[in-house]
C-alpha cells in the first residue's frame, strides 16, 4: 500500500475550498423548508464532494478510473495531440504575433504578468464569492463574482455583461420558485 503523500499546491487549496463550501451546502440543505427545494443543493453537493475526492485522491485510484480522472478534457472540442503538446521551440525560432490578436485586445497576457495564478485567482474568487454571499446575499454577490471572473479571463465586455446578467437571472429563478434563500446577507 503506497503512503499518502502530499504536496500541497494551490490546487489542493481550491479543491479542499470546494470541499467544505459543498459539505456546508449540502448540511445546510436539510433545513431548508421545501424538500423540493433542497433536491438540487443536495445532489449537486453530493457530486461536487464525489468529484473532489476523485480528484484529491486521483494518484492512488486504479488505473483505468485514475486514467477517467485525471486526464485533460477539452469540453468545447476536441484537440489534436500537436495541439495539446506544441512542439519545443527551437533557439533563435521566434514567431511574430498575429496582427489580430495584437490589434483586438483578445489576446490574453502571459500569465507572468498577473499578480495570481489561475488556480491562485479561482480560489480566492471562490472565497470571496462565499464571503460576499454571506455578507450581501447570493443574488447579488452571483453577479459581482460572475463578472469579477470573466474581466480576469478577459472575456470582453459583452460577454461580462451578458454572463453577468444571466447569472442574476438563474439566482432569481432559485429565489422565485424555489423559495431559496438566496436573497440576504447579513448586511442587507
Given at each position: 500500500?503506497?503512503?499518502?503523500?502530499?504536496?500541497?499546491?494551490?490546487?489542493?487549496?481550491?479543491?479542499?475550498?470546494?470541499?467544505?463550501?459543498?459539505?456546508?451546502?449540502?448540511?445546510?440543505?436539510?433545513?431548508?423548508?421545501?424538500?423540493?427545494?433542497?433536491?438540487?443543493?443536495q445532489?449537486?453537493?453530493?457530486?461536487?464532494?464525489?468529484?473532489?475526492?476523485?480528484?484529491?485522491?486521483q494518484n492512488?485510484?486504479?488505473?483505468?478510473?485514475?486514467?477517467?480522472?485525471?486526464?485533460?478534457?477539452?469540453?468545447?472540442?476536441?484537440?489534436?495531440?500537436?495541439?495539446?503538446?506544441?512542439?519545443?521551440?527551437?533557439?533563435?525560432?521566434?514567431?511574430?504575433?498575429?496582427?489580430?490578436?495584437?490589434?483586438?485586445?483578445?489576446?490574453?497576457?502571459?500569465?507572468?504578468?498577473?499578480?495570481?495564478?489561475?488556480?491562485s485567482?479561482?480560489?480566492?474568487?471562490?472565497?470571496?464569492?462565499?464571503?460576499?454571499?454571506y455578507?450581501?446575499?447570493?443574488?447579488?454577490?452571483t453577479?459581482?463574482?460572475?463578472?469579477?471572473?470573466?474581466?480576469?479571463?478577459?472575456?470582453?465586455?459583452?460577454?461580462?455583461?451578458?454572463?453577468?446578467?444571466?447569472?442574476?437571472?438563474?439566482?432569481?429563478?432559485f429565489?422565485i420558485?424555489?423559495?431559496?434563500?438566496?436573497?440576504?446577507?447579513?448586511?442587507?
Amino acid at each position: 500500500m503506497r503512503l499518502l503523500r502530499w504536496e500541497l499546491t494551490s490546487e489542493h487549496g481550491l479543491l479542499l475550498t470546494l470541499f467544505v463550501i459543498s459539505a456546508y451546502m449540502l448540511v445546510e440543505s436539510f433545513s431548508f423548508g421545501s424538500r423540493t427545494a433542497a433536491l438540487f443543493p443536495q445532489l449537486t453537493a453530493v457530486a461536487t464532494l464525489l468529484c473532489v475526492l476523485l480528484l484529491l485522491l486521483q494518484n492512488y485510484l486504479p488505473e483505468p478510473l485514475r486514467l477517467a480522472v485525471a486526464e485533460p478534457v477539452d469540453i468545447f472540442g476536441g484537440t489534436s495531440d500537436e495541439e495539446r503538446d506544441p512542439p519545443a521551440e527551437q533557439p533563435g525560432d521566434r514567431t511574430q504575433p498575429d496582427p489580430d490578436t495584437a490589434t483586438s485586445g483578445g489576446d490574453p497576457a502571459p500569465a507572468a504578468a498577473r499578480p495570481l495564478d489561475e488556480t491562485s485567482f479561482t480560489l480566492l474568487a471562490i472565497v470571496a464569492y462565499v464571503g460576499g454571499s454571506y455578507l450581501i446575499g447570493m443574488l447579488w454577490a452571483t453577479p459581482l463574482f460572475v463578472a469579477g471572473y470573466a474581466a480576469w479571463f478577459r472575456l470582453g465586455v459583452v460577454r461580462i455583461v451578458g454572463l453577468s446578467v444571466l447569472s442574476f437571472v438563474i439566482v432569481l429563478f432559485f429565489l422565485i420558485l424555489l423559495n431559496t434563500p438566496v436573497l440576504r446577507g447579513v448586511l442587507t
